[in-house]
């Protein structure tokens, strides 16, 4: 059966988070359908990037290694890519949702017409019967996700074409280590059989990337603030616990459509994945929306108006009360046990 695909970011011999993450769901797919996991990295400075990989379960990473692929330009990436893909015809190819992952999947996706679904936040393997057609496939391809605003999670398949192709959001996944000690095939990809000349008919004169100042993702303890909070002003005290704590501040879609909060705090299916140590809702309804971008965090306490608010099911504490007075209790207390 054929493999199981992962294209890896890299920027400057350095491979992406969300790649890594995709490696560890890919190797658990792999090992549902008995087949191969197989890693694509398209960039420069790659010697010994492999070694990041192997341990992740890639049993063969492909590496295109050249000066003019990085950084990354949309037809050079996507011929390398689209041809590798015609000759290995995988059954599965999972990419990123990142800048460059929903630039390229798109354009990969219509050259081989094989379809693709973005933004998934969970993959498995399962059958489909067609009643109508009298049909049943075997070992395709759940590719899971939020639809209609959040209202419903849908499973989407694609029976009759290949490869079934998925971007994932960085954090969506959980980064584990298979084996430390593994180690695959390595291949070198010629990057010449696949370029055309007019594929560097862009060049890039120069390239600033301002690094962002929220680290979501890397904070052990967050603070969130939603609708509830009930102003801009009130989220100073999100931020006084934040301190306290040594967390960062985050928020849900609605604190931040009503100018609560900047667009780079929001968690959620359309911000970022988290999993602190600590999590702490203040004013969350906890809508399907805001919980996949919290809901795998160690600990979660949930403070709110409302006994009967969708977050107090996954919370693991609940505090009843208003964000106001409850907040600045907390902070007083902790500062009491923290000296």
Do not use: W
């Not at 759940?142 to 029976?159: D, K, L, M, S, V």
């Amino acid at each position: 059966m054929n493999s199981v695909f992962v294209y890896c970011e890299s920027d400057n011999g350095i491979v992406a988070e969300v790649s890594l993450e995709l490696l560890t769901k890919g190797r658990k797919l792999a090992n549902g359908l008995n087949c191969k996991l197989e890693a694509v990295v398209i960039g420069t400075k790659l010697n010994g990037c492999e070694n990041d990989l192997f341990p992740y379960g890639a049993d063969v990473v492909h590496v295109a290694d050249d000066p003019r692929l990085d950084p990354y330009q949309t037809l050079p990436h996507a011929s390398i890519f689209t041809g590798l893909m015609r000759e290995k015809k995988p059954q599965i190819v999972l990419i990123g949702a990142t800048s460059t992952g929903r630039d390229l999947g798109p354009r990969v996706s219509s050259a081989l017409h094989s379809g693709l679904t973005a933004d998934c936040t969970s993959l498995e393997i399962g059958d489909h019967e067609d009643k109508k057609e009298g049909k049943t496939y075997k070992d395709l391809l759940y590719q899971i996700r939020p639809a209609f605003g959040g209202n419903i999670i849908a499973t989407i398949i694609n029976p009759d074409h290949r490869p079934q192709m998925a971007t994932v959001r960085e954090g969506v996944m959980k980064k584990e280590i298979t084996d430390p000690d593994y180690r695959g095939e390595l291949k070198k990809i010629e990057v010449d059989r696949y370029l055309q000349p007019e594929d560097f008919a862009v060049q890039i004169i120069d390239r600033h990337i301002e690094k962002s100042r929220i680290n979501l993702k890397g904070a052990p303890v967050i603070v969130a603030g939603g609708y509830g909070v009930g102003s801009k002003e009130n989220f100073d005290l999100l931020f006084e616990l934040a301190e306290t704590l040594g967390g960062e501040v985050g928020a849900s879609r609605a604190a931040v459509d009503a100018g609560f909060a900047v667009h780079e705090r929001q968690i959620g299916q359309t911000g970022v994945t988290v999993r602190p140590k600590l999590y702490i809702a203040c004013g969350i309804s906890g809508q399907i929306q805001h919980r996949a971008g919290m809901e795998e965090s160690a600990q979660i306490i949930s403070v709110n108006t409302d006994p009967e608010a969708p977050i107090n099911a996954i919370a693991d504490y609940v505090i009843i009360g208003d964000v106001a007075d409850v907040i600045p209790k907390m902070i007083r207390h902790y500062r009491k046990n923290t000296k």
